[in-house]
């Protein structure tokens, strides 16, 4: 993060300031000394090092452990956080008195990863100082950032490689809603001027900004062109809905120490205009940083620690359209002891910062804030890999995608230098397939599947030759399907996609009962020599309920078969009563007796097999008719089967026209 400590330190300075008593102290380290408090962390880091190293007497050791701390300090401010820790362990083992030490190497050990290391030391921390919020946060935090990291999230993160340099690059904002402009601070070595930070190092920022191609792609960045960028510190921009105007975080030198306030510039075709100062209040003394534009263009949110906050860097916003007495701190919903800075207005009612604050994997951590309808905030880390155990900030959302956009973190750079990620949430893959199939289980080419759902979605399609079908969903919805083709009857399902945040694939055949040819009801049950319907015969005829429903223009033969035993008188009679039974239930249950004609066939008509009964009974080939004479040429277990076979229950459409006219 360290381009933007220009913003965010030299904001933080007034109340940073380390006392000293310059009396006792070499030239040396009165020099060190008057750097950090100007915020010139890496000046002061340098002459902090060089005391160190020449203090190796024994008396020494005292001393030894102040600069230790000191220098500890300058790598904190720098977020620099293993030279940090090795710093604050060094002032401890020098048994440097103040107890901030150990609460500042939890910091740096929590911002480092090492979360168990963390917790021992804020709760050293918590026994010198007890009920301390900021340890009792730093804990909570550590506790919870293993659970985000193991849980991960759909957003899918990567170093934006073409946007960063050597040195820092942070803050991304797309210029308007096309999406096709991003602007970026940076300390790259093509900034301009020759001037060095003394609190980093390295060059005064400036702004850049990359474009699409023609082809959607993103071109190398290039300095913004106009009086915009100075040898001064530039950066944090944010801009009015149409793209004409800046507002921008401008690190202003008066004197020692150091302040930043808010500018803004035109844009006049491809150039912007010398930075104007934005005068918020007549607060001179207080620091004004990262600005940012409300998406309706109304609101101007931004830092600062001017009186009336919860302390540390609060975030505030003022009316741009009438500035006057409209000043509004965002409250203790939001605001934190801690810094809550790099506040992104998606919408009025959802708000994206960043906050040390708030319980996080270390560092800043990116939170997203969503207004209830009570009025509330409704606060929530967006975890891992958004957020890591370094400093994540300033992001920004690209309009013309659905979740996707670019942030800055200093993760995976040793030195502490931001650089630009794009993250991404790709939409749930969500989908339904299966085939069409006859009750023989023969694909039905070409048939038509609609898809209904309760969010008014309608959708259609033709399924392939081979049965095949397949939709995209949506998640959480009730649907229903029906699926149909001519010289078939309709088929109707019904299910919910659940709401879990997962890829999932749903799977649904839908069975078609042929117009042209008999279609046996599966697992029809009747006690031996009974026509009454068993229990069990219940479910079958219930989906017969719901075919003939689906159906309402079809009148239909119900018939009952028995096997070859028994007499014929016997068996027509039998199988009669059992087809007159099934047609009672059907009626009971709201379907009109003229559209149901019962036939009793006996054993006349024996059954041929077919390719969904030869799957069921192997042993019989598909076309084999049985009859009594085949079945007299089998074994004694394959007669108990084909006899089953026989034993059956099958409907006959005989009208596709009742009561169409």
């Known amino acids: 993060m360290t381009r933007r400590l220009v913003f965010l ?45 020449k203090l190796t007497r024994k008396e020494d050791r005292w001393q030894r452990g102040e600069v230790a701390f000191q220098l500890g300090m300058c790598y904190r401010n720098l977020n620099q956080s293993s030279r940090a820790s090795a710093a604050f362990q060094n002032a401890l083992r020098y048994e440097y008195e ?29 026994a010198l100082v007890p009920g301390d919020w900021r340890s009792q946060q730093g804990i ?18 990567k170093n934006a490689k073409l946007f960063n340099s050597r040195r820092a690059d942070f803050s991304p904002m797309f210029l308007d809603a096309s999406g096709d402009q991003l602007y970026f601070t940076s300390s790259t070595e093509k900034a301009t001027g020759d001037a060095r930070s003394e609190i980093t190092g390295t060059k005064k920022s400036d702004v850049f900004f990359s474009k699409k191609d023609d082809k959607g792609k993103w071109t190398r960045p290039e300095i913004v062109e106009g009086g915009l960028n100075t040898d001064q510190d530039e950066g944090i921009t944010s801009f009015t809905p149409d793209g004409s105007k ?101 919408s009025d009612s959802v708000l994206y910062f960043a906050s040390d604050g708030h319980s996080g994997m270390g560092g800043l951590d990116i939170f997203r804030a969503t207004l209830q309808p009570s009025g509330k905030w409704f606060v929530e880390n967006m975890g891992s890999p958004m957020n890591s155990p370094y400093d994540d900030f300033g992001i920004t959302f690209d309009h013309t995608q659905t979740e996707a956009g670019f942030f800055s973190s200093n993760r995976n750079d040793g030195r502490g230098y931001d650089h630009i990620y794009s993250f991404e ?40 030759p081979d049965g095949s079908f397949r939709f995209d969903l949506q998640r959480g919805v009730n649907y229903v399907m029906q699926a149909g083709a001519k010289g078939y009857l309709n088929s109707k399902q019904a299910f919910t996609s659940d709401i879990e945040e997962a890829d999932a694939e749903y799977n649904v055949d839908f069975i078609l009962a042929a117009i042209f040819k008999p279609q046996v009801i599966e697992q029809i ?69 003229d559209r149901l004609q019962p036939k009793g066939y006996g054993k006349t008509v024996p059954k041929t097999v077919t390719k969904h009964i030869e799957k069921q009974y192997p042993q019989f080939k ?27 229950t099958e409907f006959q459409v005989l009208t596709t026209e009742y009561e169409l006219y």
């Open 140 to 157: 909570r935090g550590c506790q919870l950032a293993p659970k985000w990291k193991k849980e991960g999230s759909r957003y899918i993160v």
């Open 425 to 464: 949430k790709p939409d749930l893959k969500i989908w339904i397939s299966g085939y069409v199939l006859d009750k023989d289980d023969e694909p039905v080419p070409n048939a038509i599947i609609r898809i209904v759902g309760d969010d008014g979605s309608n959708q259609k399609a033709v399924g392939k």
């Open 622 to 648: 598909e076309g084999d008719v049985l009859n009594e004479e085949f079945i007299s040429s089998l074994s004694d277990a394959d007669k108990v089967a084909a006899d089953q076979i026989n034993r059956r």
């Open 98 to 126: 103040d107890s901030m030490a150990i609460f500042y190497l939890a910091q740096a050990l929590h911002h480092e990863g090492k979360y168990n290391e963390a917790i021992k030391r804020y709760n050293e921390f918590l």
């Open 246 to 346: 800046m507002f921008l975080a401008k690190a202003v030198r008066k004197n020692a120490p150091s302040n930043v306030e808010i500018y803004t510039s035109s844009r006049s075709e491809a150039k912007w205009s010398a930075p104007q100062r934005f005068e918020i209040t007549a607060d001179t003394l207080s620091s004004y940083g990262d600005p940012a534009v409300s998406a309706d263009g109304q609101w101007l949110y931004f830092t600062s620690y001017m009186p009336g906050g919860q302390g540390g860097l609060d975030l505030w916003r003022v009316n741009l359209k009438d500035q006057r007495g409209t000043l509004e701190n965002l409250g203790d919903q939001i605001n934190t002891p801690g810094n809550d800075r790099f506040p992104y207005s998606r």
């Open 525 to 593: 049950f009747y006690d031996y020599d009974k026509a009454a319907l068993r229990d069990e015969s219940k479910a079958a005829l219930d989906e017969m309920v719901q075919v003939l429903k689906d159906n309402p223009n079809i009148a239909i033969e119900m018939a009952s078969h028995t096997d070859r035993i028994g007499s014929d008188h016997y068996n027509n009679g039998l199988s009669e009563r059992r087809a007159k039974s099934v047609v009672d239930y059907l009626v009971s249950h709201g379907i009109a007796r």
């Open 9 to 53: 330190l030299l904001m933080a300075l007034m109340m940073a300031i380390v006392p000293c008593m310059q009396s006792c102290k070499s030239a040396k380290m009165r020099d060190a000394d008057e750097a950090y408090e100007r915020g010139e962390y890496n000046d002061a880091a340098n002459i902090y090092r060089k005391i160190y190293n």
